[in-house]
């Protein structure tokens, strides 16, 4: 999920102004952690504490949050 290793540091790299993030993991606490650095950055972030491996799940949120605002790129990684 977004709120470690990679994906952490992959929401941090590409936050910027004008940037909308979707982070996804289990841990709402270290999500919300890192939607503050990346809105300190200017980017707009929505967290979903959801477990990254529940297929279901995950495809039922994208397509809510794609109706929403139109996702660009998908960046899935999930320790195992």
């Known amino acids: 999920g977004a ?3 990679i ?3 992959l929401a941090d790299l ?3 102004p004008e940037v909308t993030l979707l982070l996804f993991g289990k841990n709402h ?3 919300t ?10 980017s ?11 297929k279901e799940q995950i495809h039922k949120r994208i ?3 794609d ?3 139109p996702i660009d790129l998908i960046i899935t990684s999930a320790g195992v």
Do not use: P
């Open 33 to 42: 952690e890192i939607a503050n650095i990346c809105q300190n950055k200017g």
């Open 63 to 65: 397509h809510e949050l």
């Open 44 to 54: 707009k972030t929505s967290i979903s504490a959801i477990d990254v491996c529940d």
């Open 3 to 5: 709120s470690s290793g």
């Open 14 to 16: 590409y936050s910027a």
């Open 67 to 69: 109706m929403i605002h």
């Open 7 to 9: 994906s952490k540091a």
């Open 29 to 31: 606490q270290r999500l």
